[in-house]
């Protein structure tokens, strides 16, 4: 197992992608502490550990924090999952949305990576912040998402070159479009899911959409010792879309 021994902190894991990469760490031998808005996680797992909360408010990240630090000792690895994507012309788009755009995808990202970096154990540590490629290319409607996960690449090629003495490497895997629910419902709100399905894939080099397992794939080579030498680097798992 590829992460037998390991303390994991995954933020983000309530949904999606999170949840498809707290599976594939169980399933490595991973003790875990989860984290989401929700009150409960989706699926019940008696090892696993599951706090609750907003990552925006630091008090909340502290708290965090000192879970980890009562109940695993040290955080070998973590991954940064949580996210919150709006779109909409940038001229249109008020202050407020984008001062949330920007804190829950960038400074609540920094405010994970500054509370957990202490719980780093001796041997080193992995961090892989789940960035998007909006985060390397542009895309109308979508300019503040865009910004703060190509931030969100710069803290982490940052925090990977400030920490690397300290053996914390830190990573970033940049989905393309991948089938979680709030893609689903985001087709689901088109007058012809099917057709707009169609044109989202047409606009993929492989013509498909990611799944969450393939994402999760991704963060786990990076999270895992198979990675040792690799830090600050940025990985697209997107079909080929910012190849081409
Ligand atoms: N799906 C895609 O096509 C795609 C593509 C590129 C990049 N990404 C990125 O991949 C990550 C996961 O995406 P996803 O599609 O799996 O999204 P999702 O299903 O909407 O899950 C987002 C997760 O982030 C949590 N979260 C959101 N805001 C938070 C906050 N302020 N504090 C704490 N937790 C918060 C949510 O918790 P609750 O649900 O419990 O509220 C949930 O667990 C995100 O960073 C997203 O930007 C996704």
Redesign the pocket.
């Known amino acids: 197992m590829r992460l037998q021994g390991v303390n994991a902190v995954i ?9 498809a990469i707290a599976s594939h760490f169980r399933r490595e031998g991973a003790r875990l502490l989860l ?4 009150p409960e996680p989706p699926e019940s797992h008696p090892d696993d550990l599951y706090l ?5 408010d630091e008090r909340f990240v502290a708290e965090l924090a000192a879970r980890a630090r009562g109940n695993l000792g040290d955080v070998g690895v973590v991954v940064l ?5 709006r779109s909409g012309p940038l001229a249109e788009t008020s202050y407020e949305a984008a001062r949330d755009v920007l804190h ?2 960038l400074l ?1 990202a920094f405010l994970v990576m500054k509370h957990l970096m202490p719980l780093a154990p001796e041997r080193g540590a992995s961090m892989v912040c ?5 985060g390397m290319v542009g895309m109308p409607n979508q300019t503040l ?1 865009s910004a703060a ?1 190509g931030g969100l690449i710069a803290l982490a090629r940052g925090a990977a070159v400030e920490w690397a003495d300290r053996g914390i490497r830190v990573n970033v895997v ?10 689903e419902a985001s087709f689901q709100r088109r007058p012809d899911p099917a057709a707009y399905r169609r044109t989202r894939e047409d606009s993929i080099p492989m013509r498909r ?2 799944t ?1 397992e393939e ?1 999760a794939d991704a963060v786990l080579f990076l999270a895992s010792p198979e990675s040792s030498y690799i830090t600050g680097a940025v990985l697209p798992v997107d079909g080929g879309y910012t190849a081409f």
């Open positions: 933020t983000g894991a309530s949904s999606g992608i999170g949840q984290t989401g808005r929700r609750a909360g907003d990552l925006d999952c949580h996210g919150l994507q829950t995808n609540s789940v960035s998007s490629r909006l998402y996960k940049a989905p393309g479009l991948t089938m979680t629910p709030v893609i959409l990611a969450p994402v």
